[in-house]
């Protein structure tokens, strides 16, 4: 069924199972590429084949012209895990500034309220899509991040740094999504024709920098490990059995590899409904899933104006090379450690070489 988003209010044992599938190409027909990928017609199919009775959302996270991107992780965290908020307020949703699609497409709500997830992209470059592993590093915050961002004066580094070391952050860091189960499909095409029978790049002209032999995987699902270990840290159940790799147009040209190519490879096809079928099975024996005590869902971010100003003095300051007394970029600054007092931070460090 379609999913309510109501239903998120119900009592766990009141409302119907969910879960939600993302199409992780970058891939869309409404930009640049002209047609959608391989993993949009995956994400349908699967969503068709699961039992009627639960609710089945879905999203395309592929590249749509003049649409928001997902947003790069600021890496809060490495300053403190405390100044890394649940969820995410790095960024807000209709944010003209810096328009952010996890934020526009209420993901964290819709990955807070399924029970399960599952995974759908391609392997691009030995690794899962640009799309995807941004939205992985955005979900950092799932794992430990702050629910209480009204402590931390919304993003102050100095109080978020003086929270972490505090007793009572032990008592706020969770895993706020622990408990689902994802499942993972990820599909490659081996080069496609671009291989030539030596294990090289048919185009290679030094070939002896490039050694067939080394191929970074035995197994190409492997290209989605990262992922997979992500949502293991972080709680989320992610079995072996649903965490799959199937090929698709090896030895074809890319123009020859397209949706409507890959409906008739019967062993691919085959392989992603066993997968299908595996997930619905696994997830369907393990049932619903508690919600967390820090929500996603609901999630109303407070206002900011008068911490938003306090950061921009702070900002000025440090410009000035007179930042925050005993803080880390004091300490840097002091030590000559970051040559990072401008009042021009967007100045790229090219562009101030040659000035």
């Not at 391989?38 to 068709?48: C, F, G, I, N, P």
């Not at 599952?118 to 640009?130: H, K």
């Not at 978020?160 to 009572?168: C, I, Q, V």
Request: hydrophobic fraction near 35%; charge should be negative; glycine fraction near 8%.
């Amino acid at each position: 069924m379609k999913p309510n988003d109501e239903n998120g209010k119900l009592p766990t044992a009141a409302r119907p199972f969910r879960v939600l599938i993302l199409s992780g190409s970058n891939r869309r027909e409404y930009n640049c590429p002209g047609v959608d990928a391989k993993s949009r017609t995956l994400m349908l199919r699967m969503a068709d084949q699961l039992p009627p009775e639960w609710e089945i959302d879905y999203e395309d996270l592929g590249n749509v012209y003049s649409r928001a991107r997902i947003q790069s992780c600021n890496a809060c965290v490495s300053t403190s895990m405390a100044l890394c908020v649940w969820p995410c307020n790095c960024y807000a949703k209709d944010d003209g500034d810096e328009p952010d699609l996890m934020w526009d497409l209420d993901l964290y709500s819709r990955l807070d309220l399924a029970d399960a997830w599952a995974v759908i992209g391609p392997i691009n470059w030995y690794g899962p899509s640009s799309t995807l592993k941004l939205m992985f590093d955005r979900l950092v915050c799932m794992n430990g991040g702050n629910p209480r961002e009204d402590l931390i004066e919304h993003k102050n580094p100095e109080r978020a740094m003086a929270l972490e070391r505090s007793p009572e952050w032990r008592d706020l860091t969770r895993n706020h999504l622990e408990g689902r189960t994802a499942g993972f499909f990820c599909y490659g095409d081996e080069g496609g024709d671009e291989v030539a029978p030596d294990g090289r790049p048919k185009v290679l002209r030094h070939k002896a920098w490039f050694d067939p032999d080394a191929e970074p995987f035995e197994d190409n699902r492997d290209a989605y490990r990262p992922l997979v270990r992500q949502c293991r840290y972080s709680g989320i159940e992610v079995p072996d059995e649903l965490w799959c790799h199937a090929t698709t147009g090896a030895g074809l040209p890319y123009a020859d590899n397209q949706a409507e190519d890959m409906v008739t490879d019967a062993k691919f096809m085959a392989a992603f409904d066993a997968w299908v079928g595996s997930f619905a099975a696994f997830v369907g024996q393990k049932g619903k899933v508690e919600p967390g005590e820090y929500r996603a869902y609901g999630y109303e971010a407070p206002g900011h104006r008068m911490a938003d100003l306090k950061l921009k003095w702070r900002e000025l300051r440090m410009s000035a090379g007179r930042a925050p007394a005993g803080s880390s970029p004091a300490e840097q600054q002091a030590e000559g450690l970051n040559r990072d007092a401008t009042f021009s931070p967007k100045t790229g460090e090219g562009e101030k070489l040659r000035s």
